[in-house]
């Protein structure tokens, strides 16, 4: 069911404790967690504690959280400091565009250049 843990899920592994991570910040809502293989100097992502396949399937289904996940973005550019330098909040979408893990996750990126657009 929508929003409760999926046994075969890394992310719900992470916030059960499960697997470990390097959390740098938590909320009621929402964990964020280094990334095991950083594309930047900062490279946090932030997940809701519920599952949701994408970050379009939380904002349907649980808006409140899905602002938890923006806010909490914001809080970790401002404790990485790179809220000044700029940075760039994604949400991978499907596997053609990268997404690997179908728990809804924001990447939070900066501490060096970032290329506009994308790759
Ligand atoms: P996606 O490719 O789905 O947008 O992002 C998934 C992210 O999760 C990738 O950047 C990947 O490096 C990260 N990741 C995958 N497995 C683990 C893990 O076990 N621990 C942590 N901290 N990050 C992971
Ligand atoms: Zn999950």
Redesign the pocket.
């Known amino acids: 069911m929508a929003g409760e843990p999926q046994s075969d899920c890394?992310f719900c592994k992470?916030v059960a404790g499960e697997?470990p991570?390097t959390i740098v910040r938590e909320s009621e809502t929402t964990v964020a967690?280094?990334?095991?293989?950083p594309q930047a100097p900062t490279h946090v992502?932030v997940i809701p504690k519920a599952h949701h396949a994408d970050a379009a399937a939380l904002a349907a289904a649980e808006p409140g959280i899905a602002a938890d996940v923006l806010r909490e973005a914001g809080e970790i550019a401002a404790q990485e400091n790179v809220r000044g330098s700029g940075y760039r909040v994604v949400f991978?979408t499907g596997s053609g565009a990268?997404?690997?893990?179908f728990h809804a996750?924001a990447?939070v990126l900066g501490g060096r250049g970032l290329e506009w657009p994308p790759g």
């Open positions: 890394l992470i697997v991570a967690f280094r990334d095991i293989n992502l991978n990268g997404q690997t893990v996750h990447h």
